[in-house]
């Protein structure tokens, strides 16, 4: 513990050095800068804004990892951020060296582009593309896709239920491709429906932890289905009702999703099994949004004729990571369902201007509640993991959001330093 708060108050005290010493705003001709890097919605000389910033993070799964990113902010013409590029060069001992390049753009209101290109000098690497367009249709149509390919060497299985105990931990690289694509419908105020194809290839390999056994060495095929690898293609339908009054950084509102997504093995799944989803936000604000009350509710169940048989563990309910338990690594807990509570209030301590870039600074204490089941009837008090925390975030308003969440499990801390809001 001592050596957690350590190195958090070494990362705050080299974030505002650096900040003072280093950033700086340059106005950069738009030649200079071809598309997508800027368009016309910048001016002739588009305002740049540069800020290098430390990184450090101490997840449960990872380790420590440490380094250094450049953020470049280029403006559009009413000053609001219209990409961002995030170089970032860091160091792990399992990994090695990584070196990744964050791209966000943002030429025209109804349209984002996100790229993620990284390397690691071992197993890790994660290339991805995300595209949303929300200009067809007089705006009623999103569409939305996603593709990738990434592998984790510090991917954990612990064994399936709540309790799963620390001491049966094992380690492999959860290496995979795939592909996300939805198309939304906004067919009355408030409410959206989400047709969503979604391919997954998985292949589990040896992993980068060498202190820990190996998945196959303690598991097989007949405990945990999908150990082997699995390939699996399903459609999801959603009904959505929101709200927000905006999509990556609200204020207030509600927003209420309901998931259904069959899988089929004739149509390329890896079983035969349905998922159900459920999942409600709030988000209350106070003192004109000084103080905003955030909560949200998830339940997920996973079924199939023959129960957790032949469903693939990566296929079924999950807990654990920066987006739900954030007191553990990711995929801590594993089962046939889970339900999920997070409460997060969001003070906003000041707006700041520094290097022309408006920012709110907010600090967040939040307590996540959660618990894996085989069936939703076994769901106890007892079985419910309780990860206490505090969330720091820097955000520059409507679409940039960066964070660092401190949370607690029965095991210590974890760190997570990332962009967006973790809900």
């Given amino acids: ?25 340059n106005h950069v001709a738009r030649e200079k800068l071809p598309f997508p890097l800027t368009s016309d919605s910048c001016a002739e000389k588009a305002k740049v804004v540069s800020i290098p910033l430390p990184v450090i993070a101490n997840s449960p799964n990872e380790g420590i990892t440490y380094g250094a990113l450049g953020a470049f902010l280029i403006h559009n013409r009413n000053d609001e951020i219209h990409t961002l590029l995030a ?26 582009i996100e790229v993620n290109l990284s390397q690691s ?25 996603h593709a990738y390919g990434f592998a984790d060497g510090s991917a954990r299985f612990f064994g399936f239920q709540a309790r799963s105990p620390f001491q049966m931990q094992t380690n492999y690289t959860d290496q995979e491709t795939g592909y996300t694509v939805s198309a939304g419908y906004e067919f009355a105020k408030y409410f959206q429906f989400v047709v969503q194809d979604r391919f997954r290839d998985v292949q589990i390999r040896q992993g980068a932890i060498k202190n820990l056994p190996n998945i196959k060495d303690r598991f097989s095929e007949n405990d945990v289905p999908g150990i082997n690898g699995f390939r699996t293609h399903a459609v999801r339908f959603s009904l959505i009702h929101s709200t927000l009054d905006h999509r990556d950084t609200p204020t207030y509102g509600g927003y209420m999703r ?50 957790r048989d032949n469903v693939p563990f990566l296929e079924q309910s999950v807990l654990g990571g920066e987006t739900s338990l954030r007191g553990y690594g990711r995929n801590r807990f594993i089962d046939n369902t889970f339900v ?84």
């Fill in 1 to 25: 513990m001592n050596l957690q708060i350590k190195e958090i108050s070494t990362y705050s005290l080299l974030f505002f050095m650096v900040l003072l010493l280093g950033g700086c705003t």
């Fill in 87 to 112: 170089p970032q060069v860091n160091y792990n001992q399992n990994f090695g060296v990584t070196t990744s390049l964050y791209s966000a753009f943002y030429p025209k209101p109804t349209t984002n």
């Fill in 121 to 145: 000098t071992n197993i890790n690497y994660d290339y991805g593309v995300k595209l949303r367009d929300t200009s067809f249709m007089d705006k009623k149509l999103e569409l939305n896709l």
């Fill in 258 to 307: 309901l998931s259904f997504e069959p899988t089929f093995k004739a149509l390329g799944g890896a079983a035969d099994y349905r998922d159900y989803e459920v999942e409600i936000k709030g988000y209350i604000p106070f003192d004109n949004a000084r103080y905003i009350t955030v909560a949200r509710f998830m339940y997920n169940q996973t079924l199939n004729d023959k129960a």
């Fill in 340 to 423: 999920l509570i997070n409460l997060e209030e969001r003070i906003r301590l000041f707006r700041w201007e520094i290097f022309n870039v408006t920012a709110d600074w907010e600090v967040a204490p939040f307590l996540d509640l959660g618990s894996v089941m085989h069936d939703f009837k076994q769901i106890s008090a007892k079985t419910f993991e309780y990860n206490p925390g505090v969330g720091f975030r820097a955000i520059v308003r409507p679409n940039i959001v960066g964070r660092v969440d401190i949370g607690v499990g029965r095991n210590g801390p974890a760190v997570f330093v990332g962009l967006g809001y973790p809900f």
